[in-house]
């Protein structure tokens, strides 16, 4: 190529690149904290700007993949580049989070021991730490089950997203962890599992277990949702230019 060629401009399809190896990224750390196991457990990043999201693949072992067997949906689930996979099915799971709640740019779903433990339990997890409620939200709930992929597992999600918090765990199955970017998402999923280890063990004690005070809850939770309207505006005002 001489000195004065035009490079041709990238075609679309490269410029998704950067989200299917962060997808990969992320999933590869999870699943090396013990947080996903085997082929269980997901991954989504939305594009910036676009209704398009990098998700991990179905049934494939996570430690054998490249970026490009990161799979790339359109918000109606069609595929947007062929890699020759399935997306993972729980995509409408994520699909859904992004549509309801447009703070959110990235889902974490994993089946991590301790959040697990009430998952199963049917137990909520109360605002036990500041900086667990700061970047969570005051209350982890537990969503009703719903069989994996199912609508009725989708829909009983949905329901839940108006609370604004960012982890849910999900009956008989796992967690739910959200964010602004993927690194907000994983630290929502690693802050869950500090505070559902500290509150498994302390309700192992027999001694009542003390939760924060409610007008730090309060003040917690008005902190956390201006930082999700922050989010939210900044899109418009990217949109509006």
Do not use: W
């Not at 009956?171 to 602004?180: E, V």
Request: proline share 4%; with cysteine.
């Amino acid at each position: 190529m001489t000195q004065n060629a035009k490079r041709k401009p990238k075609a679309k399809k490269e410029l998704y690149i950067e989200y299917r190896e962060a997808v990969l990224d992320c999933i590869m750390y999870l699943v090396d904290q013990g947080f996903v196991q085997g082929t269980g457990g997901n991954v989504s990043v939305r594009a910036e700007g676009e209704d398009i999201i990098a998700v991990t693949p179905s049934q494939r072992e996570y430690a054998e993949l490249t970026p490009k067997d990161i799979c790339l949906v359109d918000f109606e689930g069609n595929p947007v580049i062929d890699n020759g996979l399935r997306p993972s099915i729980e995509t409408g799971m994520h699909l859904s989070v992004y549509k309801h709640r447009e703070d959110v740019n990235a889902v974490v779903h994993t089946h991590q021991v301790y959040a697990s433990v009430f998952a199963v339990t049917g137990e909520p997890i109360p605002a036990i730490f500041d900086e667990v409620s700061a970047n969570i939200g005051t209350k982890i709930e537990v969503v009703p089950y719903g069989l994996s992929g199912s609508q009725q597992l989708l829909e009983n999600i949905t329901a839940r997203l108006h609370t604004r918090m960012n982890c849910y765990l999900l009956q008989n199955h796992g967690a739910l962890c959200l964010g602004i970017n993927l690194a907000a998402a994983r630290r929502a999923a690693e802050l869950l599992e500090k505070a559902a280890e500290v509150y498994c063990r302390a309700l192992g004690t027999g001694k009542t277990v003390s939760s924060l005070p409610a007008e730090i809850q309060d003040l917690l939770d008005k902190l956390l949702f201006a930082k999700q309207d922050g989010e939210i505006q900044r899109k418009k005002e990217k949109v509006a230019k």
